[in-house]
């Protein structure tokens, strides 16, 4: 009995491992659409409109069809694991089609919060395939009982059955509409692809075209493809069984071709249109990408039977080699603009500190005011969640105190969504004179993921091979979506400019920009700042505009980009040899270089009162603002796998020190301020998260209207918020 068990068992591991992909692909999906905040929140931003559920469809359909369809002809062309199992080869290709409704069904699911329960979802499934033997039999009892016109007419009212479904889930766009036809589709589904083969057969022509169209060559070709294509090397057939093969094969074949150009059309248009991109949204780019990469997989496996050459070897290796040649993913930097001057012309942060409190004389020097305070703002990162509750804090500061916050700061610190937060801020200020948080908010909530979401899931892998496509990397990607969001926006005009004209700025309203970043080689912090710094501390920090021959510039959606490269959506980028990635793996809240600012005009302000007792510099008071998007809940600390242990310590430690650093780095600062104002607190925390809450709002480069509408109710009912815009009218 251990012996039949163990065989068995080692019959199921080789059948798994002919059709691993497809199995690989159900469990991300599944994993991404259910464990993750940010697969939830794609698949409610599908609910958001009728187009992207129309796509969502057609996506889901294209990812049932490859996954069925090229797991048939990996399934024909394994003659001798047909042998040994013969029912594992002929099911599991229509199983995983089936499961692919499944997979999607519980992703609906779990929209619902009680039902998004591993116990719910293993019980569901368990219903799911119990009813996929059951309609496999019966399907199956009818296709032999039954004659080719009854399969057709019950064919043909499975297809209206099927379109009117179609039709109708689009139409109302609603969670239930699609919880409740899923399971009508996936029935159809087995259905058409149990009684195919009969009707096929039961054809008295093996003609594929019209005589009249006089394509015999063609056909003839097409004929021999198929034979090719649906037999395994080691295995001769007769001619008999070649004729079946052509009619059982020819149409559907030819069906499955023509659906998948239409299909990959629409996937390449949306590699190289960032409008049609957006236009077709995350969620059916997500299910696009995974059956078209799925399909090339299948496909490389299918070369390699025929063929007897491991072409996943060969594409793995052509990559590794390539490259030491070319490089992928360098930062995109202008040349020959003739502004970088200006970067080396940077002040330094004691002269910048001096000139801006020039402009602030007069305030300085009132005899009614005991204190002048300086707001320095620092920002999590955390992509569009980040940028959103950062520009909106910041633009409600600005308005319910008349504009007398952006009057004192001084500085906006930030890493990855946290700095294009604090950009969006800044150029409001700059630009908007009205409707500023309506603005704000109308350029955040856009789609930034759709676009570089595509080139991930795809086209990066054929970069190296493709000199045109060396500069458009899924990071270029995403810096395209900062700078283009239709319209006449002056959001997205500014993200264009080069970033030396920030570096211009002579108004009183010029704080010091700090985008943080991190040297991936070494862990280095590196900073893109429009001053330079001069203390033993901070010059231990990668001055990154510092890197850049003289001749060199950067956009400032490129400065923004390069503090938020979160592999693994966003890869590392290079300038020079150095590669640098998201600013949060050293200071997620940008709030290090913020604490060392202070220490150094800290230094200067003693030492200006030393030498003249009076000097006004003793009214400033330094505040810090804390923008945090970040849940206090925390983890339960549990026991881990051994083999976690000797596989991943490594990886689980930095990503548990991801947090801590920052945590540490921000209460360093806070207790700083305690002891330099005698236990007086100038540090401000405005977080998005109340006491206790775990994380629930997606950190994405998009985010569905549900989410925004919760984050604007946040922002409405912030307390924090109220009493620091009291504390900054007061002053």
Request: net charge positive.
């Amino acid at each position: 009995m251990i012996k039949k068990f163990l065989q068995q068992l080692a019959i199921i591991i080789l059948v798994c491992r002919a059709f691993f992909p497809s199995i690989l692909l159900l469990s991300l999906v599944y994993i991404f659409f259910t464990d993750f905040v940010q697969g939830k929140d794609i698949i409610i931003t599908g609910l958001d409109s009728r187009q992207t559920g129309f796509f969502f469809l057609i996506g889901l359909q294209f990812w049932v069809l490859i996954t069925w369809y090229t797991s048939r002809l990996i399934a024909y062309n394994h003659d001798r694991l047909f042998q040994i199992a013969k029912k594992g080869l002929y099911h599991t290709p229509r199983l995983l089609g089936y499961l692919c409704y499944s997979v999607v069904f519980l992703a609906l699911l779990s929209l619902h919060p009680s039902l998004n329960n591993l116990y719910v979802h293993a019980v569901i499934l368990m219903i799911t395939i119990g009813c996929y033997v059951i309609l496999n039999n019966v399907f199956e009892t009818i296709k032999s009982k039954s004659k080719r016109k009854l399969l057709l007419r019950v064919r043909f009212i499975i297809w209206l059955i099927f379109i009117a479904s179609f039709i109708w889930m689009v139409k109302e766009n609603t969670l239930n509409t699609y919880l409740f036809f899923m399971p009508v589709m996936q029935t159809g589904y087995l259905y058409l692809v149990i009684t195919r083969r009969k009707i096929s057969e039961s054809t008295q022509s093996d003609k594929i075209f019209p005589p009249s169209l006089g394509w015999k060559k063609i056909e003839n070709k097409y004929k021999q493809f198929i034979v090719w294509i649906f037999t395994d090397p080691v295995k001769r057939n007769n001619v008999e069984s070649e004729e079946i093969m052509i009619k059982t094969e020819k149409n559907i074949f030819l069906l499955f071709a023509i659906f998948s150009c239409a299909a990959l059309t629409i996937y390449l248009v949306s590699v190289f249109s960032i409008s049609f991109a957006r236009f077709l949204s995350p969620l059916p780019i997500i299910l696009l990408s995974f059956a078209i990469l799925l399909g090339a997989g299948n496909f490389l496996s299918l070369l390699s039977i025929k063929l007897q050459i491991n072409f996943h070897f060969l594409f793995i290796a052509s990559l590794i080699l390539i490259g030491y040649v070319v490089e992928t993913h360098n930062v995109s930097i202008q040349t020959n603009k003739g502004v970088t001057a200006s970067y080396a012309n940077r002040p330094f942060l004691r002269k910048k500190f001096i000139e801006w409190m020039g402009v602030h004389q007069q305030e300085l020097m009132n005899n009614a005011k005991k204190e002048f305070p300086i707001y320095f703002v620092i920002a999590d990162g955390g992509a569009s969640r980040s940028a959103y509750w950062t520009a909106s804090v910041l633009s409600v500061l600005e308005k319910k105190t008349n504009g007398g916050f952006s009057k004192n700061l001084f500085c906006l610190s930030g890493a990855s969504g946290g700095s294009f937060g604090n950009m969006a801020f800044y150029v409001s200020i700059k630009n908007l004179k009205t409707n500023r948080l309506e603005h704000i908010q109308s350029y955040l909530s856009n789609d930034f993921l759709s676009f570089p979401l595509v080139r991930l899931l795809g086209p990066d892998l054929m970069i190296p091979f493709i000199p045109g496509l060396r500069s458009t990397d899924r990071a270029s990607a995403l810096e395209k979506s900062m700078e283009d969001v239709g319209g006449n926006d002056a959001l997205s005009k500014f993200m264009k400019q080069d970033l030396s004209t920030m570096l211009e700025e002579n108004t009183a309203f010029s704080p010091v920009i700090a985008i943080n970043a991190t040297r991936m080689q070494d862990g280095t912090p590196g900073l893109i700042s429009n001053v330079k710094f001069e203390n033993e501390i901070s010059e231990k920090r990668i001055d990154i505009l510092g890197l850049l021959d003289q001749n060199q510039s950067m956009n400032i959606s490129t400065a923004v980009v390069l503090g938020a490269r979160f592999p693994y959506f966003s890869p590392a980028g290079r300038i020079k040899d150095q590669y640098f990635v998201d600013g949060g793996y050293f200071d997620n809240s940008g709030g290090g270089i913020v604490h060392e600012m202070i220490l150094d005009l800290q230094h200067l302000i003693t030492d200006t009162s030393n030498l003249h007792p009076d000097h006004p510099y003793q009214k400033i008071r330094f505040h810090v603002i804390h923008i945090s998007n970040q849940a206090d809940g925390k983890n339960k600390i549990r026991k881990i796998h051994p083999l976690v242990n000797d596989l991943a310590a490594p990886i689980k430690t930095i990503m548990g020190s991801y947090a801590s650093q920052t945590d540490f780095n921000n209460l360093r600062l806070y207790k700083y301020l305690l002891e330099l104002y005698d236990g007086d607190t100038t540090y401000h925390t405005i977080n998005l998260y109340q006491k206790g809450e775990t994380d629930f709002f997606p950190m994405n480069w998009s985010i569905s209207n549900q989410s925004l509408q919760k984050m604007n109710k946040r922002l409405k009912e912030n307390v924090q918020i109220n009493e620091l815009a009291e504390k900054i009218s007061g002053n």
